[in-house]
Every structure is written in structure tokens, then in C-alpha cells.
């Protein structure tokens, strides 16, 4: 059983309108609902792909429930979310029709109180023993100290349950230092961490400030891994268009089925690269083209780094 | 008691962003939750101003459960709403920090079967007998057939119960069809009906049309209406800046809640007229600011037109 922990869950929409323009008013066409937050997208790519997965965090509120509600139909999926006092937050991609260009609005979440925070902290160390792998994934919901995450991270490896950390800013350099097994920080990400738009120098540095392995996304560049048996390349045999979405969620859920199933290096970034393609490729945000990961997955051969 | 009629209600959401910029990612810094419609504004400021108000319309799924919780606790209104399968829509307003500017994104709506609509006139039917005025407000959601309103303006004509329309459209050009006592279109809804953008020239068509009365909100040149008793215009003192939305919900407040006091033409037009510039100047979209609508009451003198 893999853990995936979303504490700023999500309700995702998505508004299609002709073309957005400020100041002016729109008929949205099309509404589409889903539940999101990182670590809940990386959990529906798992179970996609076959894993048994727990999604905690918290969820509270009308869209709270509208998350739980749509969960609940996820074979594969067992829901451990935390109600709290405050309402899950929206997030609403608006995509212009004429230019398939998304605007992105994005609620702050609700205020998490102490005792919502400890209750988590002892949820969380409840869930630990039966779980093989923990994510923790996104931002921090009002409240929640900036230390969360480094915390979350000690528990996990005085466990000895393997810990992912998917985050940016400052949640992410404290999660560094308390040596977290990965973390899978874009580019922007990586830079704002190390100081160095150089993505070489700058995952090696990550690596330095505590990370057991560094897996950095580069957009159509593809996956950068420096771990301890080796540094690869992995890049998708051409360039997908369509919406990067859930792309760098989709290549989490890639690295994270790869250490369930011990697969080699250069395989779990080859599925990972091939995963968050078939992301970019699938209509719906967040959701992957099964067909596209499949057909995809032969033709992407991590290169070693000297 | 007036019945207030609402067939799309909403979830209003007020996001406060610093500018919105097509195409990028926004932080929303504040989130308003308001229950939303034209009729369901109206009842609003019906209520404050110490009237009985029922409400009635269509409203579902977890959106519409957000707009019931917060209507339950204001005084004096009755929930009369009809749950239906499909879900509530939301409204954004999207408003600048930098400019003040709001940018609007308006979801259609639920599809409403033809046994949900079935089910509304037989409803709609049953509370009438109870009500000394109605109040038809806004837009059709998807699945209401377009001549509905003319269909409601005939059934209250049938019971004697005076009735108002406020909508825009082919609905309206039906609805209007139908005798209504009362409409009171904005400039570019009385434009649509009759062709002319000749304010006194459309609104003396309007009435020609089928309309008893005429109200026209000509934003900040106030009121113009067009009765069997006269022809006055009605003007605010001085310019209100502020956020225009739900003034002209306030203004069918105001003519309703006259209505109802049997105040005699001219001051019935200042209390619409002073409600909706209070509802111009109020911080929140759709309240209204009780002193400046004290204040602006005694400084509204309609004059009579030749």
C-alpha cells in the first residue's frame, strides 16, 4: 500500500469560454469537475496503473465533500482524509477555446487550526506501519507550519517507510535537510532551492542539502536523475502538445510504481517520462492517455550521464 | 408575502486577485460565498428592508446545499426552493486589487427535465394563492422552455396576483407578450426588445408590447418609467462610484417593496433609485449600504415628463 498525503486538497474545474478578456463578462460552455491537489492526482494515476493506494490530507466544506464524493468511485483507492473546520479550496482552470490557452485561479485552502494539525500528525503516524511508500505532495493550506513537511519526512524514515517530497519554496528546503529518499522538483523549483538555472549542477546540488535522490522534471526536456547508483536522462521521443496539467504528478506516480516494483533506474524514469507524456496528451487535464503511455513507453532509453 | 421567483439560482463567488492576466496563474487572496440569482438578490434586500419574502426556483447538487445553508439564517425569508437532480451553477466575479475592475465568468447552469419543470409550475401554482405580489428573475437554465415566463405571468394574471418581470431576451420578448404588470429592463435589454436605443421611445414601445408598466435602469441615470398614471424619470444626486452588480436587483426591491406600501409613483422610483445607489456604494457585491440609502432617500425628487 503506497500513502499519498495531499494536505491543500483540491476541487479542480475547469471552464471552457471563447476567449477570456478582463473586465468582461463570460458564458462558460462546459464545467468539469474533479478532485485534486497533487498527491490526490499522483494517488488516481496509481490506481490507474494498478496500485493499491491511501489518500490523507485534509477536506472540509461543500467542495470537501464533493471531493470525497468523487473519490469514492476509485477502484483501487481507499480515502483516510482528515475533516476539518474549513473548506477544501477550488482551483478553476479557465481554457479559451479559440486559443486552447489556460488561465489558472487558484483558492488558498482553508485554515488549519493546532489541534487540526496534531490530529493530523497523529493520523499520519497511525497510517505509517501498513504502508510501503509515502508522497507528500503540494502546498501548505493556511495554518499549517512551514516546517510540515520536514517533520512528516522524520517520522516517515524513522519508520523506514521510503519518503517522496513534491513541494516548492520553502516547505521543500526545510523537507531537503530532514534527507528525504526523492524529491522531483521542476526547474523553477530547482532554482528557487539551489540558486542555479544550471539543472545539472543544480540537482547535484539538491542532492547535496539532503536528498537521497534527485529526480528533476525539465518540461518537454523530459526527467533529470542524480541517484546514488548512477545519473540518467530520460526524454520523450518527440514533442507532445496539449496541457501540462498533472504532468509532474503523473511522473511522481511513474517514480513512486517503479520503487514498488524494483524495477531499475533507467526503467521507472523511462515510465515515468512515458507517463507524464500520455498526461500531456490525454484531453482532460490531469487524466493520462493509456494508449500514448503504452506505445510510448518502448521508445523513451534513459541515457547515462559520465 | 412576495414570492420571488428564481429558476436559475447561483452560488456567487467574489475573488479577489491582485490583476488578471490571460493566460497566467493567479493567487485568489479572499473568497465571498453569496447564494445568488436576481430573484434571490431581491428577496435579499426585500427582507432587509422588512418585508416577507418567499423564495422559489430550482437549486441542487453541493452548490446549491451552499446556497440553502446561507439563506436559512436570513429573517424573514422562506425557503420555498425545489431541489432537482442537476447541481446549482456558480457566478465569479473576478476582481482587481490594482484597478477595481471585474471580470465575470458565469456557469449555465443545471439541465432541468421536463418533470422538473412540470413539477415547478404545479408548485409555483400552490404558493400563489399566499402571495400579494411575484417577482420573475433572470435567466433560464438549460431545459426550461423559452416561453416560461409568459407562461407564469399568465398563471399569476389568472389568480390576480400582480406580477413583475426582470429578464432579458426571447424570454422577455414573451414574457412581455403576456401582460405583465411590471418589467424593468436595463438599456441594452429594452434595446433588444423593441429596436430603439431611444430610452423613452423603447419604453413607451415596451408597454405598447404588452407591458402594464415600464421600468427602465438606465445605470447611472437612474429610472425611467413609463405607468398608466404618468411618465417620470428619476435620477441619484450625485454619481456613485462602485460595483454596480445587484443594483438593478436592489431597484425591483425598491418598486416591490412600494408595490406593496401602495406608495403613490414618485416615491416608489426614489426608493428604487436610492437602493440601488446604496447598493452601488456597499464594499460587498449585491449588499447595500443602509446610511447611504437613508441618506440618498430624501435627495431622489422624480420629476414628471410632459
Known amino acids: 500500500m503506497i500513502l499519498t498525503v495531499t494536505l491543500n486538497t483540491a476541487l479542480d474545474l ?4 471563447r476567449s477570456l478578456r478582463p473586465h468582461a463578462s463570460h458564458r462558460v460552455s462546459e464545467v468539469i469537475e474533479r478532485p485534486g491537489g497533487k498527491g490526490v492526482n499522483v494517488a488516481r494515476v496509481l490506481a490507474a496503473l494498478g496500485h493499491e493506494v ?11 465533500r464533493a471531493v470525497r464524493d468523487r473519490l469514492s468511485g476509485t477502484a483501487g483507492l481507499t480515502d483516510a482524509l482528515l475533516p476539518v473546520t474549513g473548506a477544501t479550496r477550488r482551483t478553476i482552470a479557465v481554457v479559451d477555446e479559440l486559443s486552447g490557452d489556460t488561465t489558472q485561479l487558484n483558492e488558498p485552502g482553508p485554515q488549519i487550526s493546532r489541534p487540526e494539525w496534531a490530529t493530523f500528525l497523529a493520523h499520519y503516524e497511525a497510517l505509517l506501519p501498513s504502508m510501503s511508500a509515502v508522497a507528500l505532495c503540494g502546498s501548505l493550506p493556511p495554518g499549517v507550519p512551514v516546517g510540515a513537511y520536514a517533520n512528516l519526512v522524520r517520522v516517515a524514515r524513522t519508520r523506514g517507510v ?22 522531483k522538483p521542476n526547474a523553477g ?33 523530459g ?19 496539449g ?20 524495477l531499475p533506474w533507467p526503467e521507472r524514469l523511462a ?7 500520455a498526461t500531456v496528451a490525454a484531453p482532460a487535464a490531469g487524466e493520462f492517455d493509456r494508449r500514448t503511455f503504452e506505445e510510448l513507453l518502448g521508445r523513451v532509453s534513459p541515457r547515462l550521464i559520465a
Open 14 to 17: 475547469t471552464y471552457r469560454v
Open 54 to 64: 491511501t489518500v490523507t490530507g485534509f477536506v472540509g466544506g461543500g467542495t470537501g
Open 162 to 183: 521510503p519518503v517522496l517530497l513534491d513541494t516548492s519554496g520553502e516547505p521543500l528546503r526545510r523537507g531537503v535537510a530532514a534527507r528525504p529518499d526523492l524529491i
Open 189 to 221: 523549483e530547482l532554482a528557487e532551492l539551489t540558486g542555479s538555472h544550471e539543472p545539472l549542477r543544480a540537482t547535484q546540488d539538491a542532492r547535496r542539502r539532503g536528498a537521497h535522490t534527485v529526480v528533476a522534471s525539465l518540461g518537454a526536456d
Open 223 to 241: 526527467l533529470l536523475a542524480v541517484t546514488p547508483e548512477g545519473r540518467w536522462r530520460a526524454t520523450p521521443p518527440a514533442r507532445i502538445p
Open 243 to 262: 496541457n501540462p496539467t498533472g504532468a509532474g504528478d503523473s511522473a511522481v506516480a511513474g517514480l513512486l510504481s517503479g520503487l514498488m516494483e524494483k
Open 271 to 277: 515510465r515515468a517520462v512515458a507517463l507524464s507524456a
